[in-house]
């Protein structure tokens, strides 16, 4: 039962242009959420996070917009650069007493075109 | 400052090995997570550790994986009798409380043979 789901295995986009990047959730306990960017042979490096108490969190060119409701949060990334190019991942975590483990999506392999 | 850092970068071992891995997270975080990432896979939490409270080792897969945290800093995961399908991409990260962004550190590869 995959709790977090990034639907689309990659995406390529132009450079300038703006990158989006889905994910959506199954557990309404989730009630924290980040994105990650992954090179390969290196760790997932935290990009930005939202709490769900908001429905947007802005960061320089990265944005996340959460929907509650649809239990579906994005990324978006603008204007895309192709220093962009990495694999991201969704996670997100249920805060309780215990810790926040996360839960990661599958990955999107974005590709920014020069 | 330093990030996580992870021992060995990689390691090759035989069916039946033991193996340690090795994780120093950021200084100051209190919490401290292992995960793995096996080929074609994505991140899988295997156990956590806040401060000095018993660790969280609700994803450890099989008994033949450990943890430990000494002093509340280091920590090493152990897998005895190694098995083919614990070859993966190991994962330490920190965070500065037990809420908040995880920082990982760039992992272990692990390929039993």
């Known amino acids: 039962d995959q709790q977090v789901k990034q639907n689309s295995p990659s995406l390529s986009v132009q450079e300038g242009r703006i990158s989006i990047l889905n994910c959506d959730y199954t557990?309404?306990?989730?009630?924290?959420f980040l994105w990650y960017k992954k090179y390969p042979a290196e760790g997932p490096t935290f990009l930005i996070s939202?709490?769900?108490?908001?429905d947007k969190n802005e960061d320089g060119r990265f944005t996340v917009f959460l929907n509650k409701s649809a239990k579906h949060l994005s990324l978006h990334i603008v204007p895309s650069q192709p220093g962009d190019s990495a694999v991201y991942f969704c996670?997100?975590?249920?805060?309780?007493?215990?810790?926040?483990?996360?839960?990661f999506g599958g990955g999107t392999r974005l590709m920014v075109k020069p | 400052g330093a990030g996580v850092s992870q021992s060995p970068s990689n390691k090759v071992t035989e069916k039946g090995k033991d193996v340690e891995l090795r994780c120093d997270p950021i200084?100051?975080?209190?919490?401290l997570y292992w995960y793995r990432q096996s080929l074609g896979q994505g991140l899988e939490f295997l156990i956590y550790?806040?401060?000095?409270?018993?660790?969280?080792k609700s994803g450890l897969p099989s008994d033949r994986f450990s943890a430990e945290r000494t002093g509340g800093s280091v920590s090493t995961l152990t897998i005895q009798r190694t098995q083919q399908e614990d070859s993966a991409v190991y994962l330490c990260?920190?965070?500065?409380?037990?809420?908040?962004?995880?920082?990982f550190g760039p992992g272990t590869r692990l390929l039993v043979l």
């Open positions: 990260a920190s965070s500065l409380l037990s809420t908040g962004a995880q920082y």
């Open positions: 557990n309404s306990m989730f009630d924290y």
């Open positions: 939202i709490s769900s108490i908001k």
């Open positions: 996670a997100a975590s249920a805060v309780r007493n215990a810790g926040n483990m996360l839960t």
């Open positions: 200084s100051g975080h209190t919490a």
């Open positions: 550790f806040q401060g000095n409270s018993a660790p969280d």
